[in-house]
């Protein structure tokens, strides 16, 4: 079946601009997670959702970043103001719903570069 | 506050060599578990095992090995034999009781022909 999808693969925006990345699930999955991975580093939990609500989005830099889940599926990453700190391979991951520790599935990522 | 620590940043062996990946957690939580993941070079990140604090049995998989030890708070990583596409980041995780994984910062495994 189809793995969990991420758009655009690659972004490319100024400094100031507002950005949406866009992440499928697999099919099911209700647990979603976001992260954000620097170059030579391990991925860096941003936020979680389990069904339509954000479990737990501690992981958020600051209030620039929000993130959507409105229908328990398709999940929106939205930045304002980008900074060129923000570049960086933002990953999303999905789970089933009825492990609740259990392995996750990456998608490829979308590659941010603020200019 | 939980941490993950791959203090090898990168390893470069020859094919058929043998190789151990090292991961030492952190952890307050007496219920927690542990991952591998491997990151090819395409980036996507694929689960490779789970491990639960109350299993320390090791287990094999083919040619992958992981030997988890509590005393030591160390759940290490070994491929025999290994081969050239085995080449990419590993990365241990640990997620306790707030369902949040830590990743290590990986340990990225080059394998020579």
């Known amino acids: 079946g189809a793995g969990v999808s991420q758009t655009p693969s690659n972004k490319v925006t100024e400094k100031g601009k507002y950005v949406e990345l866009r992440c499928d699930p697999i099919?099911?999955?209700?647990?979603l997670y976001w992260y954000r991975q620097s170059l030579g580093q391990g991925p860096e939990f941003l936020i979680y959702?389990?069904?339509?609500?954000?479990?737990?989005d501690s992981g958020l830099p600051n209030d620039r970043f929000f993130a959507v889940r409105p229908e328990g599926s398709v999940s929106t990453l939205k930045i304002q103001r980008t900074e060129r700190g923000d570049s960086a391979v933002y990953l999303c991951?999905?789970?089933?719903?009825?492990?609740?520790?259990?392995?996750?599935?990456f998608g490829p990522g979308t590659r941010l570069t603020v200019l | 506050a939980q941490k993950v620590t791959q203090a090898q940043t990168e390893i470069s062996v020859v094919e058929k060599e043998d190789v151990t990946l090292d991961c030492v957690y952190e952890t307050r939580d007496t219920t927690y578990y542990l991952f591998w993941y491997k990151q090819p070079p395409s980036g996507e990140l694929v689960f490779l095992i789970r491990?639960?604090?109350?299993?320390?049995q090791n287990e094999i998989s083919g040619r992958y090995s992981w030997n988890f030890q509590k005393s030591t708070s160390s759940f290490n990583f070994t491929i025999t034999a290994s081969q050239v596409v085995d080449s990419a980041v590993y990365f241990c995780a640990l997620t306790g009781g707030s369902y949040i994984p830590t990743f290590g910062r990986g340990t990225s495994l080059i394998v020579h022909p």
């Open positions: 099919s099911g999955h209700t647990a």
């Open positions: 491990r639960n604090s109350f299993d320390e």
């Open positions: 959702f389990q069904g339509t609500g954000a479990a737990d």
């Open positions: 991951a999905s789970s089933p719903r009825d492990r609740v520790i259990s392995e996750q599935f």
